[in-house]
């Protein structure tokens, strides 16, 4: 049965996530970041990481460049392991 509880809050809008852990550590914040994000922010920084009670959908990650590069051996290895960490 659904909470009949809302809490209403500010949100913040148009800020890198980049910043985001460090608002987070200095603040009443809150933020979603997918798994492997939270992991690192919560080993590297103590933040305190907590699954959401309630289903996400899923989302689609797409690598883009030149046709020109395609053949670029190091490109080819960041394709590679963008894939598969994101896997």
């Known amino acids: 049965m ?3 509880h809302s809490i209403t809050a500010p949100v913040m809008k148009g800020f890198s ?5 460090f608002i987070v550590k200095r603040t009443a914040a809150i933020v979603t970041v997918p798994d492997y994000i939270a992991a690192v922010w919560r080993d590297s920084l103590g933040l305190a990481v907590s699954p959401l009670p309630f289903e996400v959908p899923g989302y689609e990650v797409s690598m883009l460049w ?22």
């Not at 030149?66 to 896997?87: C, I, K």
């Open 17 to 21: 996530i980049r910043n985001s852990p």
């Open 66 to 87: 030149t046709a020109a590069n395609d053949q670029d051996p190091g490109l080819r290895w960041l394709a590679e392991s963008m894939a598969q960490t994101l896997a």
């Open 2 to 4: 659904p909470s009949s």
